[in-house]
Every structure is written in C-alpha cells, then in structure tokens.
C-alpha cells in the first residue's frame, strides 16, 4: 500500500519562499539534447529547444526587458558556449546566463518565470514560488498528457503557443496586469498534501501509529 504524503524537503524550502523578489525575468530552460527515448513521444526536439529559445530572448528583448538564462544542468557547459554565441550574434543587450548554480538557489529572487519544458525535477519548486509563471510552447495543446494535466498547467500558468502571445503577457507584465496564478490546490494535488501541514510530522505519527498497534 502506496500513501501519498509528500515531499519533505519541498515543505521546508517552501516555508523560506516568497521573499520580495527584485530581478525581472528568469528564463529556465529544458535539455538542448534529448537524453532519453521517452522524447521520441514528446513535441521536443533540439530544434524546436533552439528556435523557442530565440523567440522568447528576442521577445523579451524586444520589450525591453532584462532576463537571467538558467542553462539545462544536462550538457550546461556545451549550452555556454552555444548561448554565448547567441547572445553575442543577435546583439542581445539585456540577456545575461545563470552557470553552475542550481535553479532552486536563484528562482526566489525573480518576479517572472518563464518556462518552455515541463518534464523537469525544478517545476514543483517553480509552481510553489507565489509569481507569475508563462510556459512557452508551440505545441502546447498536443502535449501527451491528459487534459486533466494541461487544464491544471493552464490553471498554474499562462501559456504562451507564439511571440505575439508572450509579447502580450510581457506587456502586461510591465505594466502591473499579470498577477499570479499561485494556488493552494496545485500544491496541494502535484507537491504536498497543504491542508494536512508538514509531511514530515504526518509521516512520523503514521510512523508511530504503526508501532502503537503493533504492541
């Protein structure tokens, strides 16, 4: 018997987020490589990682806006070198690359997170943070998922499918128009349960009421 109770160490990182974030943007991206068969059934390739990346840096800049890029820890250093050269050809003025740090120690210090992966260990801890989340994709709404999933990602998230969509958001973004949509329920269904309180004391008075009855 499986008994769902949560995530400890997300309980006590979540009681440290939320602080008064001052940074604009924090871009955090997926794999540039595909490591696993399991993409072959996903709308994920290495191109389509390197043409979105385009769009929403070009975008952002375009609005005159400054972002952080969070490297995918999977092939981060060959990344670099490719993002520096980006960043570098396109002439980019307020693009700067977040390396070797992971993305938990950064992401409280953000007021927008932008996503375009959602197949990653970070997203629990990118869902708990009380700000704006945008995830782009061009394929949004041919995700292998349930639509019970993309009807909680869209809940969570706003989701941008184009440039002119994610020019739009980074619009009203700038302009105080783009509030959260944090909630106690996606927590409480894909994190810990939030209503019962810390995992960990529910955990050790199930714990102990195991051992209670067996004495």
Not at 85 to 98: A, E, G, L, R, V
Not at 106 to 129: E, G, M
Not at 164 to 191: A, C, H, Q
Request: glycine share 4%.
């Amino acid at each position: 018997k499986v008994l769902c109770m949560g995530s400890i160490q997300q309980y006590e990182k979540n009681q440290l987020l939320n602080k008064n974030p001052k940074k604009d943007i924090f871009l955090c991206l997926g794999p540039d490589v595909n490591f696993s068969f399991r993409h072959l059934l996903e709308y994920y390739s290495a191109y389509k990682k390197y043409q979105q990346s385009i769009e929403i840096i070009s975008t952002i800049e375009e609005a005159f806006l400054s972002v952080d890029i969070k490297l995918h820890p999977q092939g981060e250093r060959s990344s670099l070198n490719n993002y520096l050269n980006i960043i570098k050809d396109k002439q980019y003025k307020h693009t700067k690359i977040i390396y070797g740090r992971s993305a938990e120690t950064v992401l409280s210090n953000y007021k927008l997170i932008i996503i375009d992966f959602i197949a990653s260990a970070v997203r629990k801890h990118i869902f708990s943070l009380k700000i704006p989340v945008i995830l782009y994709d061009r394929d949004f709404d041919k995700m292998r998922v349930s639509k019970k999933v993309l009807s909680d990602l869209s809940n969570r998230c706003y989701i941008a499918r184009n440039k002119v969509e994610l020019l739009d958001f980074l619009n009203r973004y700038k302009d105080g128009k783009l509030p959260t949509k944090w909630s106690e329920s996606i927590i409480d269904n894909y994190i810990y349960p939030i209503e019962k309180g810390s995992p960990g004391r529910n955990i050790t008075k199930y714990i102990e009421s195991l051992l209670n009855d067996n004495y």
